[in-house]
Structure formats: C-alpha cells, structure tokens
C-alpha cells in the first residue's frame, strides 16, 4: 500500500461513510481534556489519574526511572497491591478503593460553551455509535437527550435515533465496572468474550475515527488486529481506521502508519472537527444535488414518457449509462427501473407479433444482452435477474444456433447472438444456465449449453 494519501481523500472517504451511515467514534481522554481543559481544571489521562489517586493514598509513586517499560496496568496493580500491605487489607478490598477513588476523580464536566459548540460538532456528524476508553462521563454531557449510556456489561445497542456510548473500560457511576488493573485485562482475552468481540466486529463494519487516543491499549490493539483479519473478501460497505493523533507539530498531510491505518495529525481536536463538519456540509451539499438529478430520472421513468422510451429501445449508450446509474443508486432505481423495463420490453414484445415484424425481436435481445453484459451478477437483484433470464429465454426461441439465415426465425436477431454472447460474463452465463436448468427454461438451457463447453 502506498503512503501517500490526501487530506481530501481523508475527508472523503469520512463523507462516504457518513452517507452511508456507518461512521463509529472511537474516543480516547485526549478528546476529555480537548473538551474541559478552560485553563482552570482539566481532565486526566491514565497516567495521571493512578498518579493523583495512589498520592491521595499516600503511596510512594515511582519515579521515572523505574517505569521504563512498565504498562499502566501493571502500575496500576502495583499501586493496589500497595494499598493492600499498608492497610491490611485484601488486594480485592484495596483494588476496589482505588476504584471508588478514580470516579470521585474524574468528576469533571464541560462548560457551557463547550457543551454548545461540541453538541453542534456531533449533530452534524450524528456518529452511528460511540466506544470510549474513558471513565468519565463527558461525551452524554454534549449529547444530553440524544445518547445512551452503556458500561462495559451492557449490550452495545440502543433505541432509533439515539446513539450508543460503550465504555469498554467502565463508567465513573459504577466503580465495579472501572478496568485498570491487569487482572481486570485478563477476562477480555476470553474465546469468545462479548467485549472483545464486538468490538473488533463494530470496527470492522464501520468508518471509525479514533479521536484522543494513542491506540496503545492492548486490548483495542488485539481488537484492531482482529477487525482486519476477520475477513478478507472485497468490502461492500465503506471501512477505514482514522486516527485523528494530537501534536504540537502536526504534519499537513495524513499517512498510513505501519499498521495500515489513516493517520491525521492535529494540534486542536475541535478545530479538526469544524474542518470536518464543513467538509461534510458541503460534500452533503454536493450530494443532493446529485440526488436531486437521481430523483428527476426516477420521475422519467414512472412517468410513462413514450420519447424516453424511445431513447431507451433505439440507443445503447443510454442504456448502459441508466444501467451505470442503478449500480450506483440500486435502492433508489431499482424498483422504478423494472417497471420502466417490463413496459419497454412489454411493448416490443407486443409489436413483434405484427406480421413480418422480425426486428422487434432484435431490439428486444439487444436490450437484454445490454443488461447482462454490463452489469455485474454480484451486484444484481434477483427480481431483475429473474426478468432478464426468462426474457432471454423467450427472444432466443426465434435466434438460430448458428449464423445460417433460418426462414421463420430472426435474422437480425440471430446475427446479434452470435456476435455478442461471448461478451457475457462467464459467471453470468453459469448463473443464467443454473436458473433456467431449475426453472424449466429449455430454450435458455439449450443455447448456452455451448457456451460453456
């Protein structure tokens, strides 16, 4: 893969994913600190938190030196089990006033103006789902009315039109479900824990934008990991990892990091998000007029419109640009668009019972060869397929198995045949073969037979 990669690119395949409805947020304590730091108070990371709670504890918190190498989880059992032998007490009991330390900590909440301006960031975004590694309980603050609060025993799900906030990592109202301590990791490595499994499915349905956070977490790492080898066939929906990464010194352009991620540096998480939502605004802005454009054509073809049928029966680059457009915008057209084709063919099939009217038979064939060759079998609906085979089967009864000029059958027609079914894609010809075989389509089964062979 290559490096390079645009901010354009970025912001596009963001918009993409926003469309589409699948744009996840994956929220880190930078985004916390971004959100309450008024010069005041400000939020705590990690670090910071087991540093206050173990001085407010009066423990010896190590220096420096000695936490080379070590994870915040094993600091974090440390600090408890030191509490432990200075109380007397179990590591349980000690593990959990820690704990309860921890959610009286992290009390803070943003101001007003800051709930405003991030509240109308997320209505703009309106983000599918939301997981934090953050205790606190800052993002339901911005989002007052429109979320669902989840801790990590709860089920990541939640009613239509309010979205759901999983903190894998516990919630500062429950100190039970707060995960810091190695022993608190180990149960997420389970076969088949929910947590991590969910996680790494919901990542890997989605467009996540990582915002305030360092993806230095073992078990989202395990869980990235996870989401890009769970399958390795071609995506139908859009999916990236993009990490939006703090720095006092932010690159311009964005890269991918060795994990093959989407990396965009920022010095200012909300600015980053303005860029965003104005990027959106007007790709939205863009789109609609596209949709604007969709839904006159869709009129067209509801309308009975004798010129563009027509259009649609005498010129193949029309047809195969209106079957351009129903790839791209299947669940809008497809419905107007087999209706528009059942009559056009409807009415071709009527007039070639006219005495001698041998060429509505080739233009009926040409409309339907236009159809398989050109769009692609995976991406068909059925409904169209089925229609597509049975008229096939219907015209090729009057088309010769060879070029030879048979009197009573279509000319025309025959010669058409025979120049274009090699176009038909091989998976077409073996999908149409195995419906006409189970459907009873002899004249079908008994052309493309020859085909194959």
Known sequence: MSNEITRDVVFEKLFTSFSYGNLGMFIGAGFSKAVIDDGVYSAMGWFELIQKVSNSFGLDFPSNDKLVGVSLPELATKMCKDLSLRNGISYKDAKFLFKQEICK?????PQEAKIKSFREIFDILNPAWIITTNYDLVIESIL???????????????????????????????????IITQDDYIPLF???????????????EST???LGYSLGDMNVLSSLDWSKNIYNVEDEFPYEIIQVLWTSSPKDEPYYDVNENIVIETNDIEAFLNELCSKIIEKQYEHDIQMKKLERIIRLLETNNADLKQRFVTQQGFRVSLLKVLSDFEYHMISPYIQFLSECIGEIWNKSSRNGAFEMYDKYLNIILDIIIHYDFKRMPPRLFQIVAESLDKVLGYVSDTRSLVIGEAWEATKTWHDNYSQIPMEMVH???????????????????PLIS
């Open 105 to 109: 900590l992290s009390t803070w909440l």
């Open 144 to 178: 007052t009315g429109k979320c669902k609060s989840l801790n990590p025993l709860n089920y990541l799900s939640a009613p239509k039109g309010i979205t759901p906030i999983y903190h894998l990592h516990g919630t500062r109202i429950d100190p039970e479900s707060i």
């Open 190 to 204: 389970r076969p088949n824990e929910y947590r991590q499994s969910k996680l790494a499915m919901t990542i890997r």
């Open 208 to 210: 996540t934008l990582v």
């Open 431 to 449: 999908e149409l073969l195995s419906f006409a075989k189970h459907s009873g389509l002899g004249t079908l089964n008994r052309k493309l037979k």
